[in-house]
């Protein structure tokens, strides 16, 4: 089992006592996400915090409180990674969502925060294990539990890809959007959950729960929240 990334000093006693609070793809919807975080769980979101809905700048702002507070983190999203390589200042191909998003990070009023941000993004980690359940943003592999997380900011590898990306066929759809693989989840070993966003495979407004057929499952979190959708959390009691 690989080492997991250092969590907050009050994690044990908050999440044994009071349990997790799961959170999807948040996009921007800082309201939903205000709602999402009235808890007294510990809370992990699992990555794309950012672009598409109004207000990135305060959904960033809300949970570096609750990271301060030690009462919650995020685990890295694609749309997080692309948001910490901009604020490193690295050129990126043209994208209105994430200009939008800078846009909302600059002017006095935000002072601070590019810089908090940035820092927060570089350390969050690509994925999380804890027991049995292991979360992460886009997909599992099973080399998830035999490594550490690499710095999400750095060079992209496989692992990180499958973090960040899920599993692609290397083909487009008609959206525009690379065409995904859920292959990944027959290989969850028995009895291990993982929690994912980044696929909006839901019709019906839940998360949706796939089992595979080494005995895992993956629960899928990503409800559209930013784009149209809500926002989806699930508890968990330890």
């Not at 960033?60 to 409180?65: A, C, F, S």
Request: a neutral charge; proline letters at 8%; aromatic letters at 6%.
């Amino acid at each position: 089992m690989s080492p997991s990334p250092p969590l907050p000093p009050a994690f044990s006693a908050l999440a044994g006592k009071r349990g997790l609070r799961i959170v999807g793809d948040v996009h921007g919807d800082l309201r939903a996400f205000e709602h999402a975080v009235a808890t007294d769980r510990f809370v992990i979101q699992l990555g794309d915090l950012v672009d598409h809905g109004p207000d990135s700048a305060g959904t960033l702002r809300l949970m570096l409180d609750l990271m301060d507070d030690g009462r919650g983190l995020f685990i890295l999203g694609n749309h997080d990674r692309k948001l910490g390589r901009a604020l490193e200042g690295r050129r990126l191909r043209r994208d209105p969502p994430l200009e939008e998003t800078l846009r909302q990070l600059s002017g006095p009023m935000q002072a601070g925060l590019r810089e908090r941000a940035l820092e927060a993004i570089a350390t969050a980690p690509a994925w999380l294990v804890l027991g049995t359940m292991i979360f992460v943003h886009g997909g599992f592999h099973t080399g998830m539990l035999l490594e550490p997380p690499p710095p999400g900011l750095g060079e992209m590898n496989a692992l990180l890809s499958r973090a960040l990306f899920g599993e692609t066929t290397g083909r487009m759809q008609p959206d525009g959007y690379p065409e995904r693989k859920l292959r990944w989840i027959d290989h969850i070993p028995p009895g291990h959950v993982v929690y994912c966003g980044h696929d909006r495979r839901s019709t019906d407004g839940r998360p949706w729960i796939r089992d595979g057929r080494n005995g895992g499952r993956a629960i899928f979190t990503d409800l559209g929240a930013g784009k149209g959708g809500h926002l989806a959390w699930i508890d968990l009691d330890l």
